[in-house]
């Protein structure tokens, strides 16, 4: 039985090519703002494309972070590229904008990368943790980045005792090392776009689909 997934619409970027990818990989997929769906669907993917204040206005426009809050709150899997990951986290530093709140999902900041050429675009090769489930069989593959911020530090303190397992933190390089993907649960992440990304892209979203309950 096909997964469904919904790709929220809130008017930012072209998103046609991740419902394709979706598509590609045996999803059925919407493309929606309908929060019924959004929350009843088998899976959720938050895409991200321009600034990190402007997407972050635009998704709490359609009630976008509750719709995650609550999905997450059940257990119900949530998959954001790019801006959509760097939504996630606690805020984000913008010229002329300043500091820009997120949806604080994980602590951390995004920023500028320190590089002699911005914005990052191109492929790259990332540094999986053990035990991926997003990168199994693509571990050693390239994948395409197109972003100038970054986050570059990810510190999550375990209040658990360990009863909870920490996110797994996929590392990429550009200037300095930065986040490329998070595995959080229910909730994963990447800071590079697994539709624009080829194979392997279509295999790490495969992973995620058949991964969804």
Same mark, same amino acid.
């Given at each position: 039985?096909?997964?469904?997934?919904?790709?929220?619409?809130?008017? @930012?970027?072209?998103?046609?090519?991740?419902?394709?990818?979706?598509?590609?990989?045996?999803?059925?997929?919407?493309?929606?703002?309908?929060?019924?769906?959004? $929350?009843?669907?088998?899976?959720?993917? =938050?895409?991200? +494309?321009?600034? @990190?204040?402007? +997407?972050?206005?635009?998704?709490?426009? &359609?009630?976008?972070?509750? &719709?995650?809050?609550?999905?997450?709150?059940?257990?119900?899997?949530? $998959?954001? &590229?790019?801006?959509?990951?760097?939504?996630?986290?606690?805020?984000?530093?913008?010229?002329?904008?300043? &500091?820009?709140?997120?949806?604080?999902?994980? %602590?951390?900041?995004?920023?500028?990368?320190?590089?002699?050429?911005? %914005?990052?675009?191109?492929?790259?090769?990332?540094?999986? %943790?053990?035990?991926?489930? $997003?990168?199994?069989? =693509? /571990?050693?593959?390239?994948?395409?980045?197109?972003?100038?911020?970054?986050?570059?530090?990810? /510190?999550? +303190?375990?209040?658990?005792?360990?009863?909870?397992?920490?996110?797994? =933190?996929?590392?990429?390089?550009?200037?300095?090392?930065?986040?490329?993907? =998070?595995?959080?649960?229910?909730?994963?992440?990447?800071? @590079?776009?697994?539709?624009?990304?080829?194979?392997?892209?279509?295999?790490? $979203?495969?992973?995620?689909?058949?991964?969804?309950?």
């Amino acid at each position: 039985m096909s997964r469904k997934v919904v790709v929220l619409d809130y008017g @930012f970027g072209n998103v046609r090519s991740a419902v394709r990818a979706l598509e590609r990989v045996g999803a059925d997929v919407e493309l929606t703002s309908d929060r019924k769906q959004a $929350l009843e669907a088998d899976g959720l993917l =938050v895409p991200g +494309v321009g600034a @990190f204040a402007a +997407v972050n206005a635009g998704l709490k426009a &359609i009630g976008g972070d509750t &719709i995650v809050d609550r999905r997450l709150a059940g257990g119900r899997p949530v $998959l954001g &590229i790019c801006v959509g990951l760097q939504v996630m986290f606690e805020s984000g530093t913008e010229p002329g904008e300043g &500091i820009a709140e997120g949806l604080g999902q994980w %602590p951390g900041t995004v920023d500028r990368l320190p590089a002699d050429v911005v %914005p990052h675009m191109g492929w790259s090769t990332v540094e999986p %943790p053990a035990g991926t489930r $997003l990168f199994a069989g =693509v /571990e050693d593959e390239r994948f395409y980045f197109v972003h100038s911020y970054a986050v570059q530090r990810f /510190e999550m +303190v375990d209040t658990t005792d360990g009863r909870v397992p920490l996110p797994q =933190v996929t590392w990429a390089e550009h200037g300095t090392r930065f986040v490329a993907a =998070v595995e959080n649960g229910a909730l994963s992440a990447t800071q @590079f776009h697994p539709e624009k990304s080829g194979d392997a892209g279509f295999a790490l $979203l495969r992973n995620w689909v058949t991964s969804l309950d």
